[in-house]
Every structure is written in structure tokens, then in C-alpha cells.
């Protein structure tokens, strides 16, 4: 395949054959040797054969191999002759990040830092199959399916604020649960306000190095050494459903002869079809959105208990990393809705945006990019530049660069944990094999992928932060 | 048979291949194949029975949906799956089409903390799925989330 270097840090595949557009990749040497060891190259060349896409197919800078489109994939098509895909989308969909500050220092929080995080791991039920604390009933679910964490904020968990700073606030407006089979929704009544497992965690952090002190300043981050806590998670077995269920439906009624891959599978985003999918992943975006709140503000009981307050713990943000949206972006010089599609992706809005919390439209959204498990993970900020380098969408975390089989024969949970606590980092999980698996050099280097993105300026360097205390699912 | 599957290397995922004499033994092994990254099945007690009916238009699709069911049943009924009684795939002709129907009995345990179960399957995929006739009988490769 033709891979052209158009300069330090963007490479393209010409169109040609079937394809309708380029594909364009950001990435370093060092970035696109990986991507090039697998199927993502030609992922993304799959991705710009697809109807109604509009400009380029691009891929971030900590792409690797997916189903259909590549992790770390941005499409954008036309809403009228362009399609809608559950694999441009994933599995777990609304898999996010959310953010939350303290207060606090670090050296407010050593004595009690064992507690805190026996406390969160008592409160928020984590790994597989623990099932929440609450039993919802099938006609609650249907209202969190359609609200969103205005639902959880509305029950008591979390406040008012925390909407204003939550993509979408919250609530995708076109979900409706009305085309979500029986076993989605089974699915996720267990599992709400659960963090489940995997690459999921939370985690106790602290500012490491601050890039950009006026931004970081707008987010709520101050100093060196200020506690922050990450909760990573997305919609659980409801979303996963969700996509199974569609890719069936899609493939039932469109076939799939013709694809060069089964799981690029589509609808027009017009058709029944297509929007039935469309509204129950939105409906499966906003139950992640209550599942975040929700941790959040156990998170919040667990500070107020352990340390006698919890004040200052504001939301700095909450992202998706899978979903596709209807945007507004300027496409040959004309303003147009799209159906933006972000798999591994980072929503990377500038200055100016009317979606951006108003406390953030004069410097950028906050981007929130998780590190692997107990190595850093960054704050940046959208720049205007990357509505034309992307569709406004950035990178959204490290990618494994070694398979789970390598990483057990390679590592012991155990002496992943006595690493972390020699570098001070308390780790509490459900099981050790688990911890083995995600080992931290499964993982591509995040600080490389966060430098491109920052020399591109797809987002912009604001913090690194630190993990102090991991809580993996 | 000797070797029910073989667990394969994947960057990202869980990968394996699942060997069987028909479609119905081999999606059995991709069964015990698939519950393996996630627990230990030969360490699950076979307290419980539960039966699987399903129909699909393809034998990959019922592949997906197979392996599916498996996931509803940890995520909805606590299942472990620890061992396949009996599975049974029928061919039915339908309007010059085939349907392919499965029946299958498994049995396991619920979850309990005597059971360590280190990962999680989020789905199954069509990724790089092959299903391949081989001197023994059939060859069934699959990807799945996790």
C-alpha cells in the first residue's frame, strides 16, 4: 500500500481503487511503525471506501487494529448519502474518561491514601459480573436511557454543575429506547454504577507537570502535587449489545457481500435502520454518562467520609472516546451536518465552540487522554486547528502494543503491584491475573502519543498527572 | 479429538481456534475456548443447567450469536460455564436459503468468590473469523472484545 510522508508527523494513503477520499494518519516514525505491524493501514484505507465520507478518513496518533474501522479512527459522513456504522463506533460505547479535582495535596492524602482507596473499591462494585448497587426496574432504565446523568444528577448524585461540564451535558437528545432489544436492556440493568473490568479503572492522581498554566488554570488544576481522580469506564453490556444486536440487523437486511470487511457493516444514516441504530447508541451514550456520575459521586461520599470534605471536588470534564455525533464542520468551504464517527477518539473542540461548557469556550474543551494502567495520563486542551485536521478529534489513550497471552507469560499481578509501590502507587483489583494482563509495557508509550498530538496541534498539552492509587475493574 | 482449542496471540483482543468433527462440536470447544480468557472452566462446579436455542442465517453469525448468549448469561445470570453436555447444529432449508438452528445444554456454576475470573469478553466479532474443513473435521477461528 502507498504510504506517503507529506511531513514530520502526517502520512497519507492516496486514493485509489474504491477508495472515495484519502486517509490521512498522524503519527511519528516511531508511531507509525506500530500501525503499520497490523491491519490499521488498511483499515483506514477500508474506512475511505465507504459512502458519504466526507474529506479524508483519519487516524489518530495511537491507532492500532480494530474491528472494521481501526481504533483511533475519525470518519465523518454526509447525512444524506452518507451511512452510519456500529463498528465506527465499537462495542462499548461511550467508553469515557471523567475528571474530577480536589482540593487537596498529595501530602494532604498520604496518611489516609490505603483508606481512600479500600473505600472507593468497597463503594463502587467493579470487575466481572458485579452488579450494581441499585436494582433498577425496566421503566427506570428507560428514563436513563433517554436522560442521561441528568437523571443521575436529578436522584442526588453529583450536582447541577457536573452537566454543564459533561460532553453533550449529558444527555444525547436522540436517544430513545424504543428499538433496544430485551438483552441489552437485561444487560444493563445489573450494571449500572459499575466500573466493570478490562482497561477500565479509577484511579487517585496527581499533578506531575503543568504545560500550560493559564489553561490549566480555566480547568481547576493548580499546582504540582494536587490530587485529581480519573474514573474510565464506558456503557458496559448494554452498548456491547447494542452493537452486536445492529451488526445482526445491518447485515440481516444489507448483506455484506461486497464489504472488504464483515464488520464495516452500515446503514444509510437516513434509513430506519440507521437511525434506529443511531438513537439507541445515543441511549447507550447517556447510561454511560449516569454510570460515570454515578462512581463520581460515590467517589465524592468516599473523600467527604475519609477526609472530612469533599469540597473542591469539582468536575473538570467528561469525554467520550466512543460515539458518533451529528456536528456542524466546514466541508469545501460550506458549513454542514455530519455524522462524525470517533472510535478511540477524542472529541477536540477550540475556542468559539457553542457545545464547550461556557467557563471553557474562551480556551478550548479540557481533552482527557487515560495512560495504562499506573503510568501518567494527560490533560489537553482542543485547538481550532483540529476542525480541519480532523473534525476536531484528537487521541484517546496508549493502545496495547503486546497481546494479553504475552503480558501473562511476561508479568505476575503481584509483582506489577510491589513495582507499583516501590514508585508509591497503591493498587487495589479484583484479580491479580487481571493486573498481569494490563501491565503497563503492554502499552504503547502515551508520551509519545500526547507529543504528536501536541506538535500537530490536534490537542494541546496542558498536565500530565500521575496515578498515586489504581483501582482496576 | 484430541485438542479442543488453541488459544492464539492478539495485539488488542482474545483470540483462538476451535476444533470440532461438525459445526456443533466445534462451536462447543469455541465455547470452553472463549470462557477461558475470562475463568478457569475445568474449575467450575457443574451445579446448574442451562439450554440454548437459537437460529441464525449463517454459520458465522451463529457463531457470534452462540458465544453471545454466553456473555448475556455471566453479565444477566451469573453463569460460569464450566462444561457443554450436548450441542446439536440442524441445516434448514428456507426459501432457497439455509437456516442454521443450535441446541445446546451447558452446565456451570453462579459466580462466587471461590472462582477467580481474570478478564472479560465485551463481545464477539466477525474479525478475522474463519471456518476452515480440515482432515479431522472443522476449524473455527475467532476474535472476540475484550
Redesign the interface.
Known amino acids: 500500500m502507498d504510504l506517503v510522508r507529506i511531513n514530520e508527523f502526517v502520512w497519507e494513503i492516496p486514493k485509489s481503487g474504491e477508495m472515495k477520499v484519502p486517509a490521512r494518519i498522524y503519527a511519528s516514525e516511531k508511531l507509525i511503525e506500530l500501525a503499520r505491524r ?1 491491519q490499521t493501514l488498511q483499515q483506514a484505507r477500508n474506512v475511505a471506501c465507504l459512502p458519504g465520507i466526507q474529506r479524508m478518513s483519519y487516524v489518530m496518533p495511537d491507532a ?5 474501522f481501526p ?1 483511533g479512527g475519525v470518519a465523518a459522513f454526509d447525512l444524506d448519502e452518507g451511512i452510519i456504522s456500529p463498528g465506527g463506533v465499537g ?2 460505547i461511550n467508553c469515557g474518561v471523567r475528571l474530577l479535582r480536589t482540593d487537596y495535596k498529595e501530602s494532604d492524602i498520604t496518611a489516609r491514601r490505603k483508606e481512600l482507596l479500600a473505600e472507593i473499591f468497597k463503594e463502587v462494585p467493579a ?3 458485579k ?1 450494581g448497587i441499585t436494582k433498577l426496574s425496566r421503566n427506570v432504565l428507560k428514563e436513563i436511557l433517554v436522560r442521561g446523568a441528568e437523571w443521575a444528577v436529578e436522584q442526588g448524585y453529583g450536582t447541577a454543575e457536573d452537566l454543564d461540564r459533561t460532553e453533550e451535558r449529558g444527555r444525547m437528545k436522540d436517544a430513545s429506547w424504543e428499538f433496544i432489544s430485551d ?1 441489552a436492556m ?2 444493563g440493568i ?2 449500572l454504577g459499575t466500573l ?3 482497561n477500565h479503572f479509577l484511579e487517585i492522581q496527581k499533578v506531575d507537570e503543568i504545560f500550560d498554566v493559564e489553561v490549566a488554570r480555566a480547568f481547576g488544576i493548580h499546582e504540582k502535587g494536587q490530587v485529581l481522580v480519573m474514573i474510565h469506564c464506558g456503557s458496559r ?1 448494554l452498548g ?2 447494542i ?2 444486536d445492529y ?2 440487523l445491518m ?2 437486511k444489507f448483506g455484506f457481500k461486497g464489504l472488504p ?3 464495516l457493516i452500515n446503514a444509510p444514516f437516513k434509513s430506519d435502520l440507521g437511525q434506529r441504530y443511531y438513537k439507541s447508541m445515543c441511549a447507550a451514550v447517556n447510561y454511560a454518562f449516569a454510570n460515570r456520575q454515578m462512581i463520581a459521586h460515590w467517589v465524592r461520599d468516599v473523600f467527604a467520609k475519609v477526609m472530612g470534605s469533599a469540597k473542591g471536588m469539582r468536575q473538570i470534564y467528561d469525554v467520550c472516546h466512543n460515539v458518533a455525533k451529528v456536528e456542524k464542520h466546514t466541508v469545501n468551504g460550506k458549513e454542514k451536518l455530519l455524522c462524525v464517527h470517533r472510535k478511540g477518539a477524542t472529541r477536540s473542540f477550540g475556542p468559539g465552540r457553542a457545545e464547550i461548557p461556557e467557563v471553557y469556550r474562551q480556551v478550548g474543551q479540557p481533552v482527557l487522554i487515560p495512560g495504562s494502567m499506573g503510568t501518567a495520563s494527560y490533560v489537553l486542551v482542543g485547538t481550532k486547528e483540529a476542525e480541519e485536521m480532523s473534525f476536531s478529534s484528537t487521541a484517546h489513550g496508549a ?8 503480558a501473562l507469560r511476561r508479568f505476575r499481578g503481584e509483582q506489577i503491584r510491589d513495582e507499583l509501590a516501590r514508585k508509591d502507587v497503591e493498587l487495589k483489583a ?5 493486573v498481569a ?1 494490563e501491565a503497563s509495557a503492554a502499552y504503547k508509550d502515551v508520551d509519545e502519543v500526547v507529543r504528536v498530538s501536541h506538535e500537530t496541534r490536534l490537542g494541546k498539552l496542558v498536565a500530565r498527572l500521575v496515578p498515586i492509587g489504581v483501582m482496576k ?1 | 479429538m484430541e485438542k479442543k482449542y488453541e488459544i492464539l496471540e492478539h495485539m488488542a483482543d482474545g483470540k483462538f481456534r476451535a476444533y470440532g468433527r461438525n459445526l456443533g462440536e466445534c462451536l462447543g470447544n469455541a465455547a470452553l475456548a472463549m470462557v477461558s480468557l475470562m475463568w478457569d472452566p475445568e474449575k467450575i462446579k457443574p451445579a446448574i443447567k442451562e439450554t440454548i436455542k437459537l437460529e441464525a442465517t449463517g454459520p458465522e453469525q451463529l457463531t457470534v450469536k452462540f458465544l453471545t448468549e454466553l456473555i448475556y448469561l455471566l453479565e444477566v445470570k451469573s453463569f460460569l460455564l464450566g462444561r457443554v453436555n450436548e450441542i446439536r447444529v440442524e441445516e434448514v432449508p428456507n426459501n432457497g436459503n439455509k437456516t442454521y438452528r443450535l441446541e445446546a445444554e451447558v452446565s456451570g456454576d453462579r459466580i462466587s468468590p471461590e472462582y477467580e475470573i481474570y478478564g472479560q469478553v465485551k463481545a464477539v466479532t466477525y474479525n478475522e473469523m474463519k471456518i476452515e474443513t480440515s482432515d479431522d473435521g472443522l476449524v473455527l477461528q475467532v476474535v472476540v472484545d475484550m
Not at chain 1, 493502545?399 to 504475552?406: A, D, I, L
Open positions: 497490523d492500532h487494529q480494530g474491528y472494521g481504533i462495542y462499548d470487575g466481572v459480573g452488579g438483552r437485561e444487560r445489573p450494571q466493570g473490568a478490562g453490556g456491547h449489545q452493537a452486536t451488526i445482526e447485515e440481516n470487511d464483515r464488520e493502545g496495547r502494543v503486546m497481546s494479553r497471552n504475552e479484583t484479580s491479580w491475573k487481571g494482563e475493574g
